[in-house]
């Protein structure tokens, strides 16, 4: 009782000293750390103009870099094709195998008399699949080239009302005694509008690269050391150069972004609908173009899923990523018209096995040991994944992946079947190859990434330890006051390993990249063509090498150096591998299967069907507009079929069997290519050793297409047209 009234009559004291030394005098400023109200918010206004500076800085910089990229690649395709003194045959015969098929979608929609005639004709295509009729929206991934082809619609109309021309014609002398050309460069020219927009948006991509490496933590400086190690493998991550119109040059930038927005999500304390939007609107927009994207997104879900069995996502964050990714599947499925690979795939499998798992969590959190929550966790995940898509594809009788699932197998065993054959033989399918590997190592890009990404797991694994302690200690704590054997309550009497789950926990986003570059490295092995994700994503991981969060304990400016000395490093062999690419001149031209379109156009009926190699189909559709019976697009077990009945041509089977067969698809010419009889890329990747393993029966005898291009043509078929490299048979 006496403290307080001693500590009553200080307060006292002290309140009437206060008085009495401010009685009859003017108020002043009030001051704090020697500076006035006035000065504080005359610094606060210079702090807000240098983040503004700062920020501007920044997109003027990722601006700068998308249009050096967008540059490097526009010139690199110039130097290999010579595209600008093309004619504009030639520059369709250029876009090969599925690269023809769709960009003949976007010739169907600018060649239409109207744009409604030529989206109908997509809906409604008969040319592709002769004779039936199918949806390609709903079977390919299409949308690319609707939007490039009303975009050149409108733009036409435009500019035919200004009375512009929009481009610059010019006559080309040809060699090889060819007739000269007329060869349009601009806008305007219907090939200059479809790639330049795909140069641009891969341009942009390596802005969107920069900007995740410094938004990680890398800062101006990780970013451009991001960018660097870009260019200087520049091989190894993208070859939009080459292949402009395949699906992954419209996809992959988008996948960047959905990234760049999943990691600002990760790191937000509140979430809003603006973020919805972002991350649904990114991931749509990476699913539209490409039908493989579900497998990246399905590692995706497994490396965030992973970060929330540890309880480095809370569980609100991950039921918020969940609905986004929920609806933009929703989206696609309906825009693709149900699209059976889609609904059959381990990615809707898994997004809906998450789903469960997470309503299940109050169950879950009853089990007493964390190792047994995160296994329980795991196995019922991997376990619902399987069974869901086993039932959907069962009750939907859907067999289009099956081929996906016969790939994987004939990687690790021996068994092939024909199909298998086809993938395993192109070298964008097989494992990844030495020379890559080696590649990103004496540019520094993969010991430089594995470094990052083992500081980062040494950084949450010290993380979670402090974690354990702390918990650890808690329950001594709680043990001596006499709480043992009661469960840990908060202020608001909700479970403290509940509360725990909804707290934020440092390193999640760098957690999420490392544990997602691990999978996008496990795809790179196993299929060289994905490796188009892991190198990038480790240009990214390299530029944190910058980052104050990893790396805080190396003084800044030693920091700095070291860096330097590893971006002068990579400049060896990073600048022979630009100089290569910068030395790849060369012209595109070819004379055999320019005369071959030439002889269809003119010496068949419009209906006439044809069958052979996908690669020349894509070629027949695009560049002689018939119908075919087989294509590139491989997806389908529809398709798969009628590939393996057209194939019988580079088979051993009798030619009235071959003729019986093409005559019940309808055909009306069959096209043998002569690289195609004896080609062969590896053991087993010969047409004649496939087909030996497909048709044991016949292994003794002839093949069909040597026995045609040696002069002697079995009936019931005839030759209406032969040249150096392609023979036309008519199925009488």
């Known amino acids: 009782m006496a403290v307080a009234l001693n500590v009553r009559r200080r307060r006292e004291e002290r309140k009437g000293h206060g008085e009495e030394t401010t009685k009859g005098k003017q108020p002043q400023p009030a001051r704090r750390g020697g500076k006035t109200r006035k000065d504080l918010t005359k610094t606060s ?65 600018i060649d239409a008399p109207t744009l409604t005639a030529g989206v109908d004709a997509t809906l409604h295509d008969n040319v592709t699949e002769y004779p039936s009729t199918i949806n390609v929206l709903k079977r390919f991934n299409l949308y690319p080239e609707i939007a490039l082809g009303v975009g050149f619609r409108a733009y036409r109309a ?6 512009w021309q929009g481009k610059k014609c010019f006559q080309i002398s040809r060699s090889q005694n060819q007739p000269p050309v007329e060869s349009c460069e601009g806008m305007g020219d219907e090939a200059y509008f479809y790639v330049v927009p795909i140069f641009a948006l891969n341009g942009l991509y390596v802005g969107v690269l920069f900007l995740t490496c410094w938004y990680l933590g890398g800062g101006i400086l990780g970013g451009l050391l991001t960018v660097l190690s870009f260019f200087y493998n520049h091989g190894e991550c993208t070859r939009v150069m080459w292949t402009p119109p395949l699906r992954e040059s419209f996809s992959v930038p988008f996948l960047s972004l959905q990234i760049l927005t999943l990691t600002y999500i990760l790191r937000a304390r509140t979430l809003t609908v603006r973020h919805m939007i972002l991350l649904t609107g990114a991931t749509v927009t990476f699913m539209l173009p490409w039908q493989f994207a579900q497998f990246v997104l399905l590692t995706q879900i497994l490396s965030l899923f992973a970060c929330y069995v540890l309880r480095f996502i809370p569980a609100s964050k991950m039921r918020f990523i ?21 609904l059959s795939s381990f990615y809707f499998a898994c997004l809906l096995s998450a789903w469960i798992i997470l309503l299940s969590q109050p169950m879950l959190q009853k089990l007493r040991y964390f190792v047994v929550i995160v296994l329980v966790q795991v196995v019922t995940l991997v376990l619902l994944t399987v069974a869901i898509k086993m039932a959907v594809a069962f009750v939907g009788n859907i067999e289009d992946d099956a081929h996906i699932g016969n790939l994987l197998k004939a990687k690790f065993f021996t068994e092939r079947d024909f199909h298998t054959s086809l993938y395993l033989c192109a070298k964008e399918f097989d494992f990844i190859e030495p020379s890559s590997v080696m590649l990103i190592t004496k540019t520094l890009l993969l010991p430089c990434g594995l470094l990052v990404v083992l500081v980062v797991i040494i950084k949450v694994l010290m993380s979670v330890w402090d974690e354990i302690w702390q918990r650890s200690s808690s329950s001594s704590s709680s043990s001596s006051s006499g709480g043992d054997g009661e469960e840990t309550k908060d202020a608001n009497g909700q479970d403290a390993d509940s509360e725990g789950r909804d707290a934020a926990k440092p390193y999640a986003e760098l957690l999420y990249h490392v544990l997602q570059n691990l999978a996008f490295m496990a795809m790179a092995i196993m299929i060289m063509r994905l490796k188009l994700f892991y190198t990038p994503h480790l240009c990214v991981l390299v530029g944190l090498l910058m980052s104050d969060k990893l790396f805080g304990l190396i003084q800044r400016h030693i920091r700095l150096v070291l860096v330097v000395v590893v971006a002068c490093c990579m400049t060896f062999q990073g600048y022979a591998n630009l100089q290569k690419e910068w030395g790849t001149i060369g012209e595109f031209n070819d004379p055999a299967q320019e005369e071959l379109v030439q002889w269809i156009q003119a010496k068949t009926s419009s209906n006439a069907v044809f069958a052979g190699s996908m690669p020349c189909m894509a070629g027949v559709k695009l560049n002689a507009y018939r119908p075919i019976v087989n294509h590139p697009h491989y997806e ?67 093949m069909f297409c040597t026995e045609a291009f040696n002069g002697y043509v079995p009936e019931p078929f005839d030759v209406v047209f032969r040249n150096n490299v392609y023979q036309v048979l008519k199925v009488s």
């Open 45 to 109: 206004a210079d702090a807000a103009v240098g983040n503004r500076l700062y920020y501007a800085a920044v997109i003027v910089l990722a601006l700068a870099v998308s249009y050096a990229h967008h540059r490097h690649v526009s010139q690199l395709f110039e130097n290999d094709r010579f595209f600008s003194h093309l004619s504009s045959l030639e520059r369709q015969m250029s876009f090969r195998t599925e690269m023809g098929l769709y960009y003949s979608y976007y010739k169907t929609i």
């Open 636 to 702: 389908d077990v529809d398709i798969r079929r009628r590939t393996l009945k057209v194939y019988q041509i580079y088979s051993r089977k009798p030619a009235k069997e071959i003729h019986r067969t093409l005559s019940g698809m309808k055909v009306n010419y069959v096209i043998l290519e002569n690289g195609w009889c004896v080609r062969s890329s590896g053991p087993g990747c010969s047409m004649g050793e496939m087909w030996d393993a497909e048709d044991p029966v016949n292994i003794d005898q002839p």
């Open 322 to 342: 969940l609905t986004s990714l929920t609806l933009s599947l929703a989206i696609n499925i309906f825009m693709q018209f149900a699209n059976a690979m889609l």
């Open 158 to 163: 435009y500019l035919n009302a200004m009375n």
